[in-house]
T-cell receptor, first 114, second 112 residues
Framework: GAGVSQSPSNKVTEKGKDVELRCDPI?????LYWYRQRLGQGLEFLIY????????KSGLPSDRFSAERTGESVSTLTIQRTQQEDSAVYLC????????????FGSGTRLTVV | ELKVEQNPLFLSMQEGKNYTIYCNYS?????LYWYRQDPGKSLESLFV???NGAVKQEGRLMASLDTKARLSTLHITAAVHDLSATYFC????????????WGAGTKLIIKP
């Protein structure tokens, strides 16, 4: 979606490898979220960043998952020692500029672990 | 724990017909969202519903919210093929960092 760029759009990796997913929002969005969407399912919350506050990591499924964000800029989601169950689309979202307009999502990274 | 249930999960209908998708949620929430997702694409925001009795309409889609019943509906009027997509509702939890709790989605197929 306009305002949020994610890369890569597709990633195929071997089981056990580490991957890094990137989210690059247009500046000025203080709130940034990562979600995971498994095939045919709704989204699962992973992590939330709000400015310089400590991130809410309550949705991370295991300690193999981590994410970073510096200020209001790029965020990276890292998955270590990938497993096949990590295969999913990983979506990044920011709260839209008009607070009542909801959230703007990136196009996502489709991760396939083989 | 906030849970969101949508039904039906799959809907196949003919053009020109009307139908309703239902979204139930388990605890109080401030905001409810409807999104559309086309295959292989990201999510497109359709509606944000902020208060009890809220009704919003855009073209052939109309969404409503009943916070007392914890129910939102997405009504499709005189469906057209272009509305084929998966529709998600999502609810913002009161005690969350505005994170959204999502329904499983309703896959809508509209046959010409």
């Amino acid at each position: 979606g306009a305002g949020v760029s994610q890369s890569p759009s597709n990633k195929v990796t071997e089981k056990g490898k580490d991957v890094e997913l990137r989210c690059d929002p247009i500046s000025g969005h203080t709130a940034l979220y990562w979600y995971r969407q498994r095939l045919g399912q709704g989204l699962e919350f992973l992590i939330y960043f709000q400015g310089n506050s400590a991130p809410d990591k309550s949705g991370l499924p295991s300690d193999r998952f981590s994410a970073e964000r510096t200020g209001e800029s790029v965020s990276t989601l890292t998955i270590q020692r990938t497993q096949q169950e990590d295969s999913a689309v990983y979506l990044c979202a920011v709260m839209s500029r008009g607070f009542w307009d909801g959230y703007t999502f990136g196009s996502g990274t489709r991760l396939t672990v083989v | 724990e906030l849970k969101v249930e949508q039904n039906p999960l799959f809907l196949s209908m003919q053009e020109g017909k009307n139908y309703t998708i239902y979204c139930n949620y388990s605890t109080t929430s401030d905001r409810l969202y409807w999104y559309r997702q086309d295959p292989g694409k990201s999510l497109e925001s359709l509606f944000v519903l902020l208060s009890n009795g809220a009704v919003k309409q855009e073209g052939r889609l109309m969404a409503s919210l009943d916070t007392k019943a914890r129910l939102s509906t997405l009504h499709i009027t005189a469906a057209v093929h272009d509305l084929s997509a998966t529709y998600f509702c999502a609810v913002e939890g009161l005690d969350s960092n505005y994170q959204l709790i999502w329904g499983a989605g309703t896959k809508l197929i509209i046959k010409p």
